[in-house]
């Protein structure tokens, strides 16, 4: 079969019925070859129009490449019968594609599914359904779940992710709504910025419109509300090989790596991608940042991976050789790696120290000292790129690896600044900070972030988390205090994983703040004031995945 020579048959919205009657609406693109062939599948709430493989893969490629395609708007979006309640029907609706469309006479008897975020959610909650049929799975930019690293992260809402997305993505279009209704979506979607400063004046359209999200705010991380439709609740169910590509900046990297993880640690064959790329931006480029051309995802050839992966595990095909299990883009060194797993194997941890205001190698500094933050509600610290996905996000304007100088400038914003580095220092694996805090009784965030300060003085942002104390956490052993009385607690904040290089001549630098908003909603509501305690009894650190022998 000659690839452009492949005439391509296509059979818009084609009815079908899921176990309760419903009727999904999907279109089918297949090879005009007269044979039955394997399927691909990808179930959006976004639109099965425009491009059929989505935003990141060709998907007349994957059929000149003798494969079926079927792109079906999920339950209750679009074309689709039911109502859309994010998340619980798609593991069942995702089976019951898989098995009608295995049983039509243009399939072989194989699928694939495959789809970004979302997409790629619906397509590892159905594998763990284990349809008959189901050969491999392709998750790009997918999640491990709803609630940590999806809905929250570190105990804070994700508020400036999660109402844009509800309004912009799920409700101006494919809701059906229209006139007033759709008026109005567009009206909170054009004044976001004012209702990220106040997120109340958007309850009444939530209410109406979607009322899934003030379920979202009612049922905290780890709540039994969250593990009806959670990846990583059902790693042992998925038996078939799982290809996970991501990005260093992607606001679901954390629930990406932990699915590579827990899929091997179950004995499922899982493959690992990860570029320096944010949610919607993925062709190595943001503000002041260029990565090379290298780091672009169609230069990468994305579409490609896919084929590699559904031909050897949907045809047999070997003629690649067998995939590297692990391919990251090391920042820094600006150059693709592989790697023999991840987490990756020959790390040592680096520990650097809180001194005053330096990051120091070596044992914990004997002197003690202290910085205060003061926490204005009225005027959080903005949100200075990052990985995260707000209103800028497919231009780079406020994810990826902003520079922090004029952040850093702020009164609330603590910097700790290591010496210029010697000779390079690789990073690869999952960054934390260990910080001793006593917050004020009404409760805290403590944000940190990792940053590459080059000798220009270019503060890099390489990665970044957040950790929410409630008033009940404000002193060890549980319970408010007044202000000042509180004992330090020791607060873990996960900042996330990187792979890079600093540079010889650059510096390692670590922020503290106590907002970081709009990505994270704002706590406490009132003006606060936090102390961050290093040194002698209270040796607050960051914790580096160093390299060995790099």
């Avoid at 990220?196 to 109406?208: G, M, Q, S």
């Avoid at 940053?451 to 956490?473: I, N, T």
Wanted: glycine share 12%; hydrophobic share 40%.
């Amino acid at each position: 079969m000659e690839y452009w020579r492949v005439h391509i048959v296509v059979e818009h919205d084609l009815k079908i019925p899921m176990r309760d009657g419903r009727l999904s609406s999907a279109d089918l693109y297949r090879p005009d070859t007269g044979g039955a062939v394997p399927v691909l599948i990808r179930r959006t709430p976004y639109g099965k129009s425009g491009n059929p493989g989505g935003a990141s893969v060709d998907g007349l490629r994957l059929v000149r490449s003798g494969y079926a395609l079927l792109v079906q708007d999920v339950r209750g979006r679009f074309g689709s019968d039911g109502t859309f309640d994010p998340y619980w029907n798609e593991a069942r609706d995702g089976a019951d594609t898989v098995a009608w469309a295995v049983a039509q006479p243009w399939c072989d008897g194989s699928a694939g599914m495959f789809g970004r975020s979302y997409e790629a959610m619906a397509a590892l909650l159905a594998a763990a359904e284990r349809p008959p049929g189901l050969a491999a799975v392709a998750s790009h930019m997918g999640g491990s779940g709803f609630d940590e690293g999806w809905t929250r992260q570190g105990g804070a809402f994700q508020t400036g992710f999660v109402l844009y997305w509800v309004l912009y993505d799920l409700l101006l279009d494919g809701a059906g709504l229209a006139g007033p209704e759709r008026a109005e979506v567009a009206e909170a979607v054009d004044r976001i910025d004012e209702l990220y400063r106040d997120p109340e004046a958007a309850a009444d359209l939530l209410d109406r419109l979607a009322p899934y999200y003030r379920e979202w705010c009612e049922h905290p991380t780890g709540h039994p509300y969250w593990k009806r439709a959670a990846p990583r609740e059902s790693y042992p169910a998925v038996e078939i090989p799982v290809l996970n590509l991501t990005g260093w900046y992607d606001i679901f990297l954390a629930g990406a790596l932990e699915n590579h993880r827990g899929f091997r640690e179950h004995g499922t064959e899982t493959s690992l991608v990860v570029g320096p790329w944010s949610h919607c931006v993925t062709g190595g480029i943001f503000p002041r940042r260029r990565y090379g051309l290298a780091a672009d995802e169609q230069r990468l050839d994305v579409t490609g991976l896919h084929l590699d992966h559904f031909d050897r595990h949907l045809r047999g095909r070997r003629d690649g050789g067998a995939p590297g299990r692990v391919r990251l883009f090391v920042t820094g060194a600006d150059e693709w790696r592989a790697f023999a797993d991840w987490p990756v194997p020959g790390t040592e941890e680096y520990v650097l120290h809180l001194d005053g205001r330096r990051l120091v190698p070596g044992p914990a500094p004997a002197a003690p000292g202290s910085d205060r933050i003061r926490h204005d509600p009225a005027d959080p610290v903005p949100t200075t790129g990052g990985a995260t996905a707000l209103p800028g996000q497919f231009t780079g304007g406020d994810c990826g690896p902003l520079d922090q100088r004029e952040v850093e400038r702020r009164d609330d914003v603590l910097c700790f600044t290591g010496a210029p580095l010697a000779e390079p220092l690789t990073v690869v694996g999952d960054v934390t900070l260990t910080v001793f805090v006593t917050p004020d009784a009404a409760g805290a965030d403590v944000t940190g972030k990792l940053v590459d300060v080059w000798p220009d003085g270019r503060a890099e942002l390489l990665c970044d988390g957040v950790r929410r104390l409630e008033p009940a956490d404000a002193v060890a052993g549980g319970g408010p205090a007044a202000e000042g009385s509180g004992e330090p607690a020791e607060v873990t904040v996960r900042l996330g994983a990187t792979g890079h290089v600093f540079r010889a001549g650059h510096r390692v630098r670590l922020e503290i703040a106590a907002s970081n908003a709009p990505r994270f909603d704002v706590h406490p509501p009132v003006v606060a004031h936090h102390t961050v305690h290093h040194g002698g009894e209270h040796p607050s650190l960051l914790r580096l995945p160093r390299l060995a022998g790099d």
